[in-house]
């Protein structure tokens, strides 16, 4: 009799689980309180990182209403920010920022970190004058704050000393939002060379 006791007690403690053929989810009988819908975030082609010459930048979020970006500045809502509607043209280092909006619902921000390190033509002979060469500028846009050729550890010291500074003319600031933050240490190990 004690068996038949605790074998029927066993079988009340079961979680009943159900199939259903016609949307092939199980239903646990167990409610978790979490629902809704996940709004992915948009994608940028190509990748983030640093080039040599201007990019033409697509972005794509499967299913939204809508996406919208800002370039250099707050993060986008959906209510601000530009309509994405083509190519985003970047010939000069910048961070694009956007969010995929669904049914009025934003996604969560994307940032898009573009460095471009155009290399200026040398200058050819004939014609003369002209005046003298501007003054160079630090190759900031690939991590290469002191000019040697190699993204290293003094180009990370750099960033490191630099760190929430902010302002215009900064030198570890790669990509010239005003600040140096995790965007510009993304470009420091994208194209890290030692």
């Avoid at 370039?71 to 994405?84: K, R």
């Avoid at 005046?131 to 550890?153: E, K």
Wanted: proline share 6%; glycine share 12%.
């Amino acid at each position: 009799m004690k068996y038949l006791l605790l074998t029927f007690v066993a079988l009340l403690f079961v979680v009943p689980a159900y199939a259903s053929e016609v949307t092939g989810t199980i239903s646990t009988g167990v409610t978790t309180g979490v629902e809704g819908t996940v709004a992915a975030s948009p994608t940028a082609s190509p990748l983030p990182g640093s080039f040599t010459s201007a990019q033409n930048v697509t972005l794509t979020a499967a299913g939204s209403d809508s996406i919208r970006y800002i370039v250099d500045g707050a993060s986008p809502t959906c209510s601000t920010g530009s309509v994405y509607g083509g190519n985003i043209d970047v010939d000069s280092s910048l961070t694009i920022r956007a969010v995929a909006c669904y049914n009025g619902t934003a996604s969560q921000v994307g940032t898009f970190a573009y460095a471009i390190n155009i290399t200026p033509p040398a200058p050819g002979g004939g014609g003369g004058g002209g005046g003298p060469l501007p003054p160079s500028t630090p190759a900031q846009s690939n991590g290469d704050i002191n000019n040697d050729g190699d993204v290293d550890v003094t180009d990370f010291n750099a960033v490191v000393v630099a760190w929430g500074s902010t302002g215009s003319n900064l030198v570890a600031d790669f990509n010239h939002d005003g600040v140096v933050d995790i965007l510009d240490f993304n470009i420091l190990v994208v194209n890290w060379t030692a």
